[in-house]
């Protein structure tokens, strides 16, 4: 998938109001400022009137103000000038703000340009020059803000991005884990298929037709990042179908879902592998077979935006076949890669809020339980 930046004329255009947003709010600011400025350079007696005081202070603040912000909103459009840039615009919008700011002050004031001689024995450069400070001061802190304000959208932008990115990968890794699945499943449904035709045909069309449903809803789920989770368990059930034709009566099963959770959007194929583990790992190694059961149900979940806690979606997988796959055996390395894969989905989809418990079934088994936030705050 390829973003592109737009660089056209237009697009800078359209920048232009937006960079000039706010500049009314900052001109308040300063006028505020440099009247606390001329009242204290008028209480400490540095010279002239209040009124003098107050007209050289705003003349020189909003001079500055309109060569260093606007010349910065002019030439950067509100992206992020470099430190060079960033220090020159500093040096000549105070330089030339000065410059303009004394003229106008002067001409406004009616006095005479000689007070500026440094024979003239008269305090006002004493005074102009710490407002010059000041007011300096006041544009760097203005311009610092606008700048950590803009590397905060950055950084925005930058976590967006970067969110895509994390849902691209979860995709990839889906598709990969469904390549992996259907080979081998589909190699072991054909076999069957193909001894059923001459046996039992009947059977053969039985097992044909819920394996037409389940590659159908599985393409269905394939290109979907959500699926609705009555479609995730048609899936199961045609699945399941599958694989009672080939076990006959060792395998039973029963799927169990709420009118309630049957809208409710989930990721896909996070569920077959917990069903796979349970036929491969808890009822084929067992000598009688046994149950599996799926469900759903809502609970409020830890601490979240109710006052019982965070609502949530809970899917449970269970069986009552040989239990866990001991330690170091076969089939605990596939399990194992079955639930990692599940996890990662999950971490990737959910952050931590989205978890995969596993725990011995009452009396034997093995109970496997997804929790999966409901409130999109905590999805990825």
Known sequence: ??????????????????????????????????????AALYAFHFGGSFWQNWVFSQCIGMSILLFVDGGRRWRWRGGEPSHAGFLGVMLGGCLGGLLVGVVLGTWLLGLPFSIWRPSAGHSLPVALGVALVATGLAS????????????????????????????????AQLQALQAQIEPHFLFNVLANLDSLIASDPARARLLLGHLNRFLRNSLTAIRAGRNALADEFALLDALLSIQQIRFGERLRYTIDLPDECRALPVPPMLLQPLVENAVKHGVEPSMAGGAVSVSARLAQVGSGAGPGGRPCLILTVSDDGAGFPARGSSGHATAGVGLANVRERLY?????????????????????????????????
Do not use: C
Request: glycine share 10%.
């Open 1 to 38: 998938m390829k973003t592109t930046l737009s660089g056209s004329p237009d697009a800078a255009a359209g920048a232009k109001p937006g960079a000039w947003a706010g500049f009314g709010v900052e001109i308040a600011a300063i006028a505020v400022f440099n009247t606390v400025i001329a």
């Open 140 to 171: 760097w802190y203005g311009w610092s803000r606008a700048r950590l304000a803009q590397l905060k959208a950055t950084a925005a932008q930058q976590a967006l991005a970067q969110a895509a990115v994390e849902k691209q990968l979860v995709q």
């Open 348 to 380: 990737g989809i959910y952050g931590p809020h989205g978890t995969l418990t596993l725990s011995e079934g009452t009396p034997r088994g093995v109970v496997a339980t997804l929790t999966l936030p409901l409130d999109t705050r905590f999805q990825a």
